[in-house]
């Protein structure tokens, strides 16, 4: 038996972005393990420069996506107002606050296309990787009480449900997503939680493991994506 942690997340809008740079910033259909890192940290009420507390949960803990609802893409027209480049101040320092940031002289224009994801809602399942000293139960209690306000990728995201987190006992991953006739994206230790009934159709990197959290620097990860024997069959992939 592993000891699984089960949650959902569901938005009006969601912003699950992917490598962003530019004008450009291209949407994706599901949560990053950034993104889920990021999420916990703030329910945690964890810091966001507090580089070793969100190293440790990105590496102490192993993670799958389920989409629900899949949700709709809509892109956003962005503008924002910021001050050109920063003379005379030191590389890293940033603005105590928005005001102070629009205080600046000279601002300039800067434009965006954003997507953003509608009435999606995904299920979570976490486990705790060999190494790790974290406990699920904490995490379940975060989610119910969180330090701070969760949201969906942006501020301008919060969830439009509670998490709903609980925590259980199966022999399999999919036993903990309730047996899904769905794709399920994984870690690459799912690999051993299959049972017989499941597959890995292939193997994909994300850049979405924390690398270094001030400077929003990522690294890549190996994903699965699983599926059951017979749905595979039956979409023609290899059974």
């Known amino acids: 038996m592993t000891r699984f942690l089960h949650f959902t997340l569901g938005a009006p809008l969601a912003a699950l972005g992917d490598v962003a740079v530019g004008e450009r910033r291209y949407g994706t259909g599901r949560p990053a393990k950034s993104a889920i890192v990021g999420l916990l940290g703030a329910a945690l009420g964890i810091d966001r420069h507090d580089e070793p507390a969100h190293r440790g949960l990105d590496e102490g803990l192993a993670m799958a996506t389920?989409?629900?609802?899949?949700?709709?893409?809509?892109?956003?027209?962005?503008t924002a107002q910021m001050p050109p480049a920063r003379t005379g101040r030191r590389r890293g320092d940033t603005w105590p606050t928005r005001r102070a940031e629009?205080?600046?002289?000279?601002?300039?224009?800067?434009l965006s296309w954003r997507d953003y994801l509608q009435d999606a809602a995904f299920e979570?399942?976490?486990?705790?990787?060999?190494?790790?000293?974290?406990?699920?139960?904490?995490?379940?209690?975060a989610l119910i009480r969180p330090r701070f306000t969760l949201y969906l990728g942006r501020k301008s995201c919060p969830l439009g449900r509670p998490p709903?987190?609980?925590?259980?006992?199966?022999?399999?991953?999919?036993?903990?997503?309730g047996?899904?006739?769905r794709v399920i994206h994984a870690d690459v230790e799912a690999?051993?939680?299959?049972?017989?009934?499941?597959?890995?159709?292939?193997?994909?990197?994300?850049r979405d493991r924390i690398h270094e959290r001030r400077r929003w620097m990522f690294a890549l990860r190996d994903e699965l994506v699983l599926a059951p024997i017979a749905?595979?069959?039956?979409?023609?992939e290899p059974a």
């Not at 979570?124 to 209690?141: F, K, P």
Request: overall charge negative.
């Open 191 to 206: 690999q051993t939680l299959l049972g017989p009934t499941w597959q890995v159709l292939r193997r994909h990197r994300r």
């Open 124 to 141: 979570i399942v976490l486990w705790r990787r060999a190494a790790s000293g974290l406990t699920l139960e904490a995490l379940g209690e």
């Open 66 to 78: 389920l989409a629900r609802t899949p949700g709709r893409f809509m892109t956003d027209y962005h």
């Open 102 to 110: 629009l205080a600046e002289h000279d601002l300039k224009t800067v």
């Open 164 to 177: 709903q987190p609980h925590g259980l006992d199966c022999e399999t991953l999919p036993a903990a997503f």
């Open 179 to 181: 047996e899904p006739d």
């Open 231 to 236: 749905a595979s069959a039956d979409a023609g």
